[in-house]
């Protein structure tokens, strides 16, 4: 199958390039560049010629990175109406995110999920899934994706990927105001406002500032669950001389749910497919004060320094301080008959998250051996701290699944003592990393990259001491990490490129929580991707295109042994191959298609699990919430200057819900439709349906559990510009 989809891929992307390339031989310059004056009556996520952050250190396009790369700016944000970061991703070329409170961020990409997949806020990374939970879009002024490792970049982690949310910040703007009223089904609403100041005289002004608020509530689309948000984020940039510029970033965020939906029962029918009570959709089984509450802090102090026109110093001085508290009844099940629902796992938490860290950049161009050449070298130091306050509880009470009382927290067993302390983690990273882009030709460019890590950790237990939980161990890594790719512009409207990548992280949990048996005896795991693609204008620029096929192999991370269940061993492999392909295609002047599509095919090498006391082998299954496909479709239709009309479709395969590849959660396709209209250049009103035929799917799939999407909902927004 991932054959087939290969050879149409290459096939797909050959007749554009053959045909830009015999564009480009006959026509005149001003025909071969007039991509740039293509008519667009949309935004999209397809712009060739942006700089991205994430994908390298040295400003480079997407053009020039050899390395498939997808981003989401604000006006792409705005465009699709999406109301946190979650929706946002999931736009983008292979990404399958949900939110289920007990994992955070949960992300699916490129075979691999969860702490495989860095997420970046602002390029720094926390190092822990449960602390990227998404928040409010509005405060988002892009978010760019990488695929493949991203060690070399970002430190320890991301076989599979990496996400960079980056916040809005105080621009040189004069003068700008923007706001956004929202209110839809189950009583959702947002309030956000925006703008930016000058300040002082406009005409010699060398102080700006930004300020930018959000609130945001919900019912929600479960029984007994409310949600409501907050933020506040200010900036201040300053031109302290004309070299020298300084931003001061402060940001507060805030998240409460009451009564969080963890997901619903699955039907015992003696079938792999999952299904739940339809009758019963909406049913929360979680306690009636359930609780699950965020509060982050976020400090940066970025200072700009252009030593000359080819030399440039950046440093980034940050702060985290975040605090999450959990406190809820978390498994539900069906008795034999489907007549009664066990409910089980209390889960008290908290986390107590602080980092604080420096990074200092240097980039210079000059020519090396005659050739045009780009660097970027720096260092990167950060102390991260969390302190875990755990209490866990097991079976709790049968109830019937249509009539009953959700009781309190209190009333499950050793709830009712509170917070316990269980353990410290500290986690001091250094690093020393150099990037490089040399222009080997004028069609021809060679990037490189090294990242030296070196991560020491260490963890002080205050609960009960065994030989797998010492009361205090400490541990130490020395990953090295880099990057080759080549680019070979075939025109000036095509290019291909190849890379050869690498990337270290722990074989099991996060280093904000992994315990003695995660990593008290292992090295690192390793991983190591190959990537070929091409990226591409076609039509006079109306239309751009991507394709990507990559192999990841990640490996030594940690398994059952295969003779001893109790024995945790450093021998396991996933291998993933996968094709991805984006576009978009101005068809008329009033008609833009845009769609992206990714295959994987993933699968466990060498993987054992205890199964009642046996080791079990799972080699050859795909793992958990993996899907094979995921596409995404938008239609927008520009009927007059002030009318504009869309429609977008998104498709997810099935997944599996267990390693032993028993149980399967099936795929779903979603529709959506808006309609917006602008009064004027200040103010327009939009309308939009989403999941139009109110498709019953799981976002995400865990044992005997099925997390439910949203149903049809509709929602009415005014957003004002001046």
Do not use: C
């Not at 740039?36 to 990175?65: C, K």
């Not at 070298?377 to 509880?393: I, K, V």
């Not at 001491?465 to 025109?491: H, I, K, M």
């Not at 439709?673 to 004027?680: I, K, P, S, T, V």
């Amino acid at each position: 199958m991932l054959l087939r989809l290969s050879l149409a891929a290459l096939w797909i992307s050959a007749a554009p390039l053959l045909w830009a390339q015999n564009a480009a031989l006959n026509l005149p310059a001003s025909t071969v560049s007039a991509r740039a004056a293509a008519p667009v009556s949309a935004p999209s996520a397809v712009q060739l010629d942006q700089p991205i952050n994430t994908g390298s250190r040295l400003d480079l396009t997407a053009r020039e990175t050899p390395a498939s790369v997808s981003v989401a700016d604000r006006a792409v944000i705005d465009a699709r109406g999406a109301v946190d970061t979650h929706d946002v991703i999931n736009g983008m070329t292979g990404i399958n995110a949900s939110a289920n409170p007990g994992y955070g961020g949960f992300l699916s990409y490129r075979g691999f999920t969860q702490n495989q997949i860095t997420q970046l806020y602002n390029g720094i990374n926390l190092g822990y899934g449960s602390a990227t939970r998404p928040v409010d879009a509005w405060q988002i002024e892009r978010i760019e994706l990488l695929g493949g490792p991203s060690s070399f970049l970002h430190g320890a982690g991301a076989v599979g990927g990496s996400v960079n949310y980056i916040s809005k910040l105080a621009s040189r703007e004069p003068q700008g105001l923007e706001g956004r009223l929202r209110y839809g089904r189950f009583d959702e609403s947002q309030l956000a406002l925006g703008f930016n100041q000058a300040l002082g005289e406009l005409a010699d002004s060398r102080h700006f500032m930004r300020l930018d608020v959000s609130r945001g509530d919900s019912n929600g689309y479960v029984d007994r669950n409310e949600r409501e948000t907050g933020s506040i984020a200010l900036s201040l940039l300053s031109d302290v001389t004309s070299r020298l510029s300084h931003t001061l970033a402060l940001e507060y965020l805030e998240d409460r749910e009451d009564s969080p939906y963890w997901g619903s029962p699955v039907l015992n029918t003696g079938g792999s497919t999952m299904k739940i009570d339809r009758r019963r959709r909406f049913e929360n089984y979680n306690v009636a004060d359930g609780r699950y509450e965020q509060r982050v802090r976020w400090l940066r102090s970025i200072t700009d320094y252009h030593w000359s026109h080819a030399t440039r110093l950046r440093n980034t001085l940050y702060h985290y301080d975040g605090q999450r508290d959990y406190r809820n009844l978390e498994q539900y099940a069906y008795s034999g008959d489907n007549s009664q629902v066990e409910r089980s796992a209390a889960y008290l938490q908290r986390h107590d998250q602080n980092l604080l860290g420096s990074r200092v950049e240097l980039s210079h161009d000059h020519q090396l051996f005659g050739l045009p050449s780009r660097w970027a070298l720096g260092l990167d130091y950060s102390r991260m701290r969390q302190t875990l306050y755990p209490r866990s509880g097991g079976d709790f009470d049968v109830v019937d699944p249509q009539d009953f009382d959700p009781r309190r927290f209190r009333d499950i067993p050793g709830m009712a003592q509170g917070l316990q302390k269980q353990r410290f983690h500290e986690i001091d990273s250094r690093a020393l990393f150099v990037e490089n882009h040399l222009q080997l030709s004028d069609r021809l460019a060679l990037l490189s990259g090294l990242r030296y890590d070196h991560l020491q950790m260490e963890v002080t237990n205050h609960g009960a001491v065994s030989p797998t939980s010492p009361a205090f161990f400490r541990r130490r890594w020395e990953p090295l990490s880099g990057r080759l790719g080549l680019v070979l512009d075939l025109t000036p409207n095509a290019s291909l490129y190849v890379q050869y990548s690498t990337s270290a992280d722990l074989p099991a949990g996060a280093l904000a929580s992994a315990t003695y048996s995660n990593v008290g005896l292992f090295d690192l795991s390793s991983g190591e991707q190959w990537e070929v693609g091409s990226k591409f204008d076609f039509l006079d620029g109306r239309g751009a295109a991507t394709v990507a096929l990559y192999q990841i192999v990640r490996r030594d991370f940690a398994v059952r042994d295969s003779t001893n269940p109790n024995l945790w061993v450093q021998a396991g492999q996933q291998t993933s191959r996968g094709i991805e392909l984006a576009g978009r295609l101005q068809l008329t002047p009033a008609l833009l298609v845009e769609a992206n599509y990714a295959h994987v095919e993933a699968e466990y090498d060498e993987f054992n699990e205890a199964v009642d006391g046996v080791s079990v082998s799972r080699e050859g299954n795909t793992p958990v919430n993996v899907p094979d496909s995921v596409a995404n479709l938008w239609l927008t239709w520009r009927l007059t200057p002030a009318l504009e009309l869309g429609a977008d479709l998104r498709h997810v395969d099935s997944v599996y819900a267990n390693n032993a590849n028993t149980l399967r959660a099936p795929s779903y396709t979603l529709y959506g439709a808006f309609g917006r209209y602008r009064f004027d250049e200040h103010l327009a009103v939009t309308a939009r349906v989403r999941n139009l035929t109110d498709e019953i799917y799981a976002m995400q799939a865990y044992g005997g559990q099925y997390y439910a999407g949203a149903p049809r909902s509709f929602d009415v927004s005014l957003d004002m510009r001046f």
